[in-house]
């Protein structure tokens, strides 16, 4: 009785309730699907290969990155492979314990990218803004420990659902996922304190870099050989992973948003339209693929690592 009454609340009342999709909505979601997942792992794969191949970016900054694509690869190889299974199959049909195991592996996988894009931004602050004292703070050894700390927080955020019962099928975006509605306290305090305060420290340190930017390019405008050796050092160091950081706040913030105001105000809750919902998600699952992209379309360095590896693998082939 007892593993009843569990299967039902995992995956709930919903997991009767099939959404009558159109055939070209269920075409689109599974197409977005089948991209980010094929993106994910072999953008991914690309940027952790460059890294180890490239002396150039093996840089004490770019741990993050490595464990940003390992963040990101973590959905494309479990939870998402499920989620398309579901749309296959207009259901969730894969029991509770792949439901749980779905939403507690995308959950660390998101907490993870939060907590790793905080750790490049805090880590482009310091080589910035305070070069003297960087290679005292993100020395090699010290940079495995931060890298290590961001995955025990990304755990511990993501453990308390377990106990509060929050991931749920939920069976709009055909996703083991975190259930806004379970709590209205615990959602909004998730929210904040894993998107919102992040994000916020992100900014900061981003505002506190252009704001030295801009300054140094006024006061070294008249000197053309100051300029040059300037401009890169302020601006293509870290510009690739305020694109990265802008991404993941553009495709998670529409879902951060709707859960906390749902959160705030329970009764709007039926009023947030239904494409509007899977929409958000969708954004959401697929920024998982973007950051492999944006590495080979910014940064040379990335970008002949790709040429190599490819052409490397050609030739084998």
């Not at 993106?39 to 900054?61: C, E, H, M, Q, Y």
């Amino acid at each position: 009785m007892d593993q009843i009454t569990t299967k039902q609340t995992i995956l709930g009342d919903l997991e009767e309730e099939h959404n009558e999709y159109p055939i070209f909505v269920v075409s689109t979601m599974t197409t977005v699907l089948i991209i980010t997942i094929s993106g994910d792992i072999v953008g991914n794969l690309l940027v952790i290969t460059s890294v180890f191949r490239n002396k150039k970016l093996r840089k004490a900054g770019n741990a993050f990155v490595v464990s940003l694509a390992v963040a990101d690869l973590l959905v494309a190889c479990y939870p998402y492979p499920l989620i398309l299974l579901a749309v296959f199959n207009q259901g969730w049909n894969m029991g509770p314990l792949h439901c749980q195991l779905s939403g507690f592996f995308m959950g660390l996988s998101v907490m993870g990218s939060v907590f790793n894009i905080t750790g490049i931004a805090v880590n482009r602050y310091c080589y910035i803004c305070h070069s003297t004292l960087y290679h005292r703070i993100f020395s090699n050894t010290s940079t495995v420990c931060y890298v290590g700390l961001v995955w025990a927080l990304a755990l511990a955020a993501i453990v308390p659902n377990l106990f509060v019962g929050s991931l749920r099928y939920d069976p709009r975006v055909f996703s083991c996922t975190f259930s806004q509605s379970v709590s209205s306290f615990y959602t909004i305090v998730v929210v904040i304190f894993h998107f919102f305060l992040p994000i916020s420290v992100v900014s900061y340190c981003y505002l506190r870099i252009w704001v030295l930017v801009l300054n140094i390019r006024h006061r070294v405008r008249s000197d053309r050989s100051l300029r040059s050796q300037t401009w890169p050092y302020n601006i293509h160091s870290f510009i690739t992973m305020f694109v990265v950081f802008v991404l993941f706040a553009v495709c998670w913030g529409p879902l951060n948003i709707i859960g906390l105001t749902v959160a705030i105000h329970p009764s709007l809750g039926d009023s947030v339209p239904s494409w509007l919902f899977v929409a958000s998600y969708f954004m959401a699952y697929f920024n998982s693929c973007l950051n492999a992209v944006v590495y080979g379309a910014l940064n040379k360095n990335f970008r002949r690592e790709y040429k190599k590896i490819m052409l490397n693998i050609f030739q084998m082939a």
